[in-house]
């Protein structure tokens, strides 16, 4: 993508916003880095349809999200091209996640956050239907799948994680990982 287009999809997101500010959801916007997402990878298009929904715009601007660099995307759909029918699994699905915006059709995943979860499925359709709400090692206990790729950005840091009633030595990532 082209940087013009880059600061045009920026200048659509702000007259949007703009025009949003005087609803109070509004007067804390934290950041659009993911509607920037959205716009780039998704197309303008789909951009512009979100703020028909402020209420969807006011979660997205002010959840907390790390945002995965388009190149990395990029990267990461070179390196898939030939496995384009095989599984991809995210143990730590948010509305940031990779598999939303590469070109993957066959996606599992789950999600903690009630909320996030109720989002991903009304902004990813198509590409949420396998998705699951609940915690990542309690389903994946219940499953017997198994998955050609794990492709995620999950949570480093949080710790506080029991497996099989034992505490991990490990933060929650590591131990997905694991």
């Known amino acids: 993508m082209k940087q013009t287009d880059i600061e045009d999809i920026k200048n659509e997101i702000w007259k949007n916003v703009d025009r949003l500010r005087a609803d109070p959801r509004f007067l804390g916007l934290r950041d659009t880095r993911l509607l920037e997402l959205i716009g780039v990878t998704l197309g303008v298009e789909k951009l512009s349809s979100l703020f028909q929904n402020a209420e969807l ?18 990267f990461i759909e070179e390196l898939i091209k030939t496995e384009n029918k095989k599984s991809i699994f995210d143990p730590w699905i948010t509305m940031s996640s990779p598999v939303f915006y590469i070109q993957a059709d066959n996606i ?11 989002t991903i499925k009304f902004l990813f359709k198509e590409k949420s239907q396998n998705i699951k709400l609940g915690d990542t090692l309690n389903e994946l206990s219940k499953s017997k799948q198994i998955f050609d790729l794990v492709l995620s950005s999950p949570p480093f840091g949080i710790r506080k994680r029991l497996i099989n009633g034992e505490r991990s030595p490990f933060d929650f990532a590591t131990t997905l990982l694991l």
């Open 57 to 74: 715009i006011s979660e997205l601007t002010n959840v907390y999200s790390i945002i995965i660099p388009t190149y990395v995307l990029r």
């Open 108 to 118: 599992f995943g789950t999600c903690l956050i009630p909320r996030e979860f109720e």
